[in-house]
DNA sequence: ACAGTCAAACAGGAAT
DNA sequence: ATTCCTGTTTGACTGT
C-alpha cells in the first residue's frame, strides 16, 4: 500500500504494506491451503481404537508406521508411533481425546508433570529429532514462563536450566517459548505503531485537502481580485511549497518539502511573489 | 466437516 | 559457538 501523490502540494506519505489486507489474504489463503495439507497428513486408525486421529509430520507421510503403541495415562489415551529412520528411531505421540486440554488443565501440578515428563521422554528418545511432536503447555505451566518473562525476556544459561527444571521441560523448550513469545510481543508492538501511523496518516491526508483547498481559494482570490495593494500588508499565509518563512533570502528555499516544519512560516505573497518560494 | 486461529517447534541467517 | 530474530510449518483447538 503506498500513499502517495495526495496532493499536488509536495506532501506525501509513503507506507510500505503495514498491515496490508491483501497480506492478510495471503497469509488467509496461504493457511488454507497449509491446512488442507494438514488434512492430507492426518491418518485415522479408527480400526486401532475409536476416535484415534494421528498427526504426522512431513516426514512421516508416506512412512509406514514400524510400531504403534497406545497407552492410557492418568485417563487419556496416548498413542505413539514409531517410524524407522535409518538405524534410530523416531516417535509422534497425540493424545486422542478432543477435550485433552480442558482437562489436562484440571490435571494437578503432580499429574501434569508426569504427562509432560512422558512427553519429553519421548522426545528425548528422538535423538535425530526427525518427528516434531508437539507439546501444548500447561495453564501451570504457562504462568510460571510468563511470570519469568516479565522479570527479564531473555534467559541466562543458568536461569534457562533451572526453569526448565522447575517446568519439567527441556532447556530447548524453555529457549524455543522465549523466542516465540518475544516474537509476540514485538507482533504486538508492531501493530500498534501501525495503528498510530494510520491515525497519523489520517490527519496528514485531512491537513493536506484542508491547505489544497485553502490554495485554490487563494488562487481565485488572485484571479478575481488582482489588485493587490487593496489587500492588507497583514495577509500572510503559509508558503503552500516549502512551509517556510519567505524572508527573501532563500537560504532556505532548497529545503525538501518533506521537512514539514515544527514552526510553520508565512510569507507575504507581495514581497515574495514566487509561487515556488 | 471445514475454516480459521493459536502456539510449539523448526530452519536459516544475523549478531555477539 | 551460541544466542537471537524472523519466517515457516504443523498440531491442537475452536467456532460455524
Not at 27 to 32: A, I, L
Not at 129 to 147: H, V
Not at 213 to 242: F, H, R
Request: hydrophobic share 25%; glycine share 4%; with cysteine.
Amino acid at each position: 500500500m503506498v500513499f502517495e501523490g495526495v496532493c499536488n502540494t509536495g506532501l506525501s506519505l509513503g507506507s510500505t504494506s503495514i498491515n496490508n489486507p491483501e497480506n492478510d489474504h495471503f497469509h488467509q489463503s496461504h493457511h488454507h491451503h497449509q491446512h488442507k495439507i494438514n488434512k492430507l497428513s492426518s491418518l485415522k486408525l479408527d480400526h486401532v481404537f475409536p476416535s484415534l486421529t494421528l498427526g504426522l509430520s512431513s516426514e512421516h507421510k508416506h512412512r509406514a508406521p514400524e510400531e504403534i503403541v497406545v497407552s492410557k495415562i492418568h485417563g487419556e489415551i496416548e498413542s505413539t508411533v514409531f517410524y524407522r529412520q535409518g538405524s534410530s528411531r523416531s516417535a509422534v505421540s497425540s493424545y486422542s481425546n478432543s477435550s485433552v486440554k480442558r482437562e489436562r488443565d484440571n490435571l494437578s501440578a503432580e499429574e501434569v508433570e508426569r504427562v509432560s515428563s512422558k512427553v519429553s521422554d519421548d522426545q528425548d528418545q528422538d535423538e535425530e529429532g526427525s518427528a516434531r511432536k508437539k507439546l501444548r503447555l500447561t495453564k501451570e505451566q504457562s504462568i510460571i514462563l510468563e511470570d519469568s518473562f516479565k522479570e527479564h525476556t531473555t534467559l541466562n544459561p543458568k536461569q534457562k536450566q533451572s526453569l526448565a527444571k522447575q517446568l519439567n521441560l527441556r532447556p530447548r523448550q524453555v529457549e524455543v517459548w522465549f523466542q516465540n513469545r518475544r516474537a509476540r510481543t514485538k507482533l504486538k508492538q508492531t501493530e500498534v505503531e501501525c495503528e498510530e501511523l494510520k491515525k497519523c496518516y489520517k490527519t496528514l491526508t485531512d491537513e493536506n485537502r484542508r491547505l489544497q483547498k485553502e490554495l485554490q481559494e487563494l488562487k481565485v482570490v488572485k484571479i478575481t481580485a488582482p489588485v493587490y495593494m487593496q489587500m492588507p500588508a497583514a495577509t500572510l499565509t503559509m508558503c503552500p511549497s516549502c512551509k517556510r518563512i519567505g524572508d527573501g533570502s532563500g537560504e532556505n528555499s532548497s529545503k525538501s518539502p518533506f521537512s514539514i516544519g515544527a514552526k510553520p512560516h508565512f510569507y507575504n505573497p507581495f514581497t515574495h511573489p514566487s509561487a515556488a518560494c
